[in-house]
Nanobody, 122 residues
Framework: QVQLQEAGPGLVKPSQTLSLTCTVS??????????WSWIRQPPGKGLEWMGA???????YYSPSLKSRTSISRDTSKNQFTLQLSSVTPEDTAVYYC??????????????WGQGTQVTVSS
């Protein structure tokens, strides 16, 4: 049973870089056919797919966030990481990591972490 767990600071100041790590257990992030994604949900809004890293290590980003987003991985720790730079209060959201077969699919929530609240505030 694959499980994902997000970790990172719950409070980030404006203009700083938000950094979150997803630790995966029960399966390898190098396993073929999967995308390892970051998804967020601002308060009162819908889910937004941010980007993903594939089993080969290739990265994919939402066009609206591409200039501020970086996703990387540490295969030795079976982790992947999100960095979002120059954050503003509009980046306040619950952030999820997920394993996806269809990249960007926010309707199927079979393998998602529980989510972590990140607030951007001074």
């Amino acid at each position: 049973q694959v499980q994902l767990q997000e970790a990172g600071p719950g409070l980030v100041k404006p203009s700083q870089t938000l950094s979150l790590t997803c630790t995966v257990s029960g399966g390898s992030i190098r396993a073929a056919y999967y995308y390892w994604s970051w998804i967020r949900q601002p308060p009162g809004k819908g889910l937004e797919w941010m980007g993903a890293i594939g089993s080969s290590g290739l990265t994919y980003y939402s066009p609206s966030l591409k200039s501020r987003t970086s996703i990387s991985r540490d295969t030795s720790k079976n982790q992947f990481t999100l960095q979002l730079s120059s954050v503003t209060p509009e980046d306040t959201a619950v952030y999820y990591c997920a394993r996806q077969v269809v990249m960007g699919d926010t309707t199927t929530r079979a393998y998602w972490g529980q989510g972590t609240q990140v607030t951007v505030s001074s």
